[in-house]
């Protein structure tokens, strides 16, 4: 019963704040579909850019796209993934590459460009190159965490005004009341994003790399944790504004370096520990092995470590506002 009431109580005060509302329903859809129609359209051949004055260079390969340049591109370009990387020849035909990938994949274009007509398949470069679907979950995980931190601000403003004291004068436990906001933010960001992936399938007839089963499966995951997270974020934090901010910084940060706009690799050990340990980067390690066939048992580990930083972040909110309702701050 307390369920409904939440839902109801939090749909008539969404129905009130007019720019979430049309964000929700009009603005996430739209960037959505957006997203997911570009994002399959995207080559997903590893590219490389040739620096060259020699117009009469030519390169073949079938496993990477390749494109000749006059002018060195800006360094930014390799960031936001135009090139995997670039090679600058100079006058005595040397040549020098650029990457953020790893080293195996720079050895792999070194060994190619030195010898062309050696078959090179560059598995290091279509290994680490995703599909589309992976893409666009990617895409998702920003977008949908923002949202959902929106939906969440919810309990704070219940806490300033005191409604949420008044509720738990009557028969009903601050977890049933908890428990209900998180339903309620799932419900609200899940099926929004769901429907508009499924139209811009049918519609445009675009490949999203999952079946329906896969898609739901995955996003329910991840809006799961991101639950759990607006839910810790909201708590620790009193004032609505500060823990928007915090909430958003955090998820911004977070995705850039788990990947999810490109992906890159690197060989320094302690950021690549920390970029392991962001949920999000397991999230879309899990994703791009059922997109490529593999079966989802052999991302066992990824999947419980993504339920249990779930579960510490679930815990931590409901621990502080237990403690806050015992020190009357509430």
Same mark, same amino acid.
């Given at each position: 019963?307390?369920?409904?009431?939440?839902?109801?109580?939090?749909?008539?005060?969404?129905?009130?704040?007019?720019?979430?509302?049309?964000?929700?329903?009009?603005?996430?859809?739209?960037?959505?579909?957006?997203?997911?129609?570009?994002?399959?359209?995207?080559?997903?051949?590893?590219?490389?850019?040739?620096?060259?004055?020699?117009?009469?260079?030519?390169?073949?390969?079938?496993?990477? +796209?390749?494109?000749? !340049?006059?002018?060195?591109?800006? $360094?930014? @370009?390799?960031?936001?993934? +135009?090139?995997?990387?670039?090679?600058?020849?100079?006058?005595?035909?040397?040549? +020098?590459?650029?990457?953020?990938?790893?080293?195996?994949?720079?050895?792999?274009?070194?060994?190619?460009?030195?010898?062309?007509?050696?078959?090179?398949?560059?598995?290091?470069?279509?290994?680490?190159?995703?599909?589309?679907?992976?893409?666009? $979950?990617?895409?998702?995980? #920003?977008?949908?965490?923002?949202?959902?931190?929106?939906?969440?601000?919810?309990?704070?403003?219940?806490?300033?005004?005191?409604?949420?004291?008044?509720?738990?004068?009557?028969?009903? =436990?601050?977890?049933?009341?908890?428990?209900?906001?998180?339903?309620?933010?799932?419900?609200?960001?899940?099926?929004?994003?769901?429907?508009?992936?499924?139209?811009?399938?049918?519609?445009?007839?675009?490949?999203?790399?999952?079946?329906?089963? @896969? !898609?739901?499966?995955?996003? =329910?995951? $991840?809006?799961?944790?991101?639950?759990?997270?607006?839910?810790?974020?909201? =708590?620790?934090?009193?004032?609505?504004?500060?823990?928007?901010?915090?909430?958003?910084?955090?998820?911004?940060?977070?995705?850039?370096?788990?990947?999810?706009?490109?992906?890159?690799?690197?060989?320094? +050990?302690?950021?690549?520990?920390?970029?392991?340990?962001?949920?999000?980067?397991?999230? $879309?390690?899990?994703?791009?092995?059922?997109? =490529?066939?593999?079966?989802?048992?052999?991302?066992?580990?990824?999947?419980?470590?993504?339920?249990?930083?779930?579960?510490?972040?679930?815990?931590?909110?409901? #621990?502080?506002?237990?403690?806050?309702?015992?020190?009357?701050?509430?």
């Amino acid at each position: 019963m307390i369920i409904l009431n939440i839902f109801k109580n939090n749909l008539s005060r969404l129905l009130c704040k007019k720019t979430i509302l049309l964000t929700a329903i009009i603005f996430i859809p739209l960037m959505i579909i957006g997203g997911v129609y570009f994002t399959s359209k995207m080559d997903t051949k590893a590219n490389i850019a040739i620096v060259t004055k020699n117009k009469n260079m030519n390169f073949n390969n079938k496993y990477v +796209k390749i494109t000749t !340049l006059s002018e060195k591109p800006a $360094l930014s @370009e390799l960031v936001l993934n +135009k090139y995997d990387a670039v090679v600058t020849y100079s006058d005595n035909g040397s040549f +020098k590459i650029t990457t953020i990938k790893s080293d195996k994949f720079k050895n792999e274009i070194t060994s190619f460009l030195k010898n062309p007509k050696a078959k090179t398949n560059f598995k290091e470069a279509n290994a680490s190159t995703r599909g589309v679907g992976t893409n666009i $979950l990617g895409f998702l995980i #920003l977008i949908l965490a923002m949202q959902q931190i929106q939906f969440m601000l919810f309990y704070p403003e219940d806490r300033d005004l005191g409604a949420f004291k008044r509720i738990l004068i009557s028969p009903t =436990s601050f977890i049933k009341y908890l428990f209900s906001e998180g339903i309620f933010n799932f419900v609200l960001a899940f099926i929004p994003s769901y429907l508009a992936i499924l139209i811009t399938k049918e519609i445009f007839k675009v490949n999203i790399g999952f079946n329906y089963l @896969e !898609l739901a499966g995955l996003l =329910s995951l $991840l809006l799961i944790f991101g639950t759990s997270f607006a839910l810790f974020i909201t =708590s620790i934090i009193d004032d609505v504004d500060n823990a928007a901010m915090l909430g958003t910084f955090t998820v911004l940060l977070c995705s850039i370096l788990s990947g999810s706009f490109y992906s890159f690799t690197d060989d320094n +050990k302690i950021l690549s520990a920390i970029v392991n340990a962001i949920p999000y980067k397991q999230y $879309l390690t899990l994703s791009q092995g059922i997109e =490529s066939g593999k079966s989802i048992s052999n991302y066992s580990s990824e999947i419980l470590y993504i339920l249990l930083i779930t579960f510490i972040f679930f815990i931590i909110g409901t #621990l502080v506002t237990r403690k806050n309702l015992q020190d009357g701050k509430y």
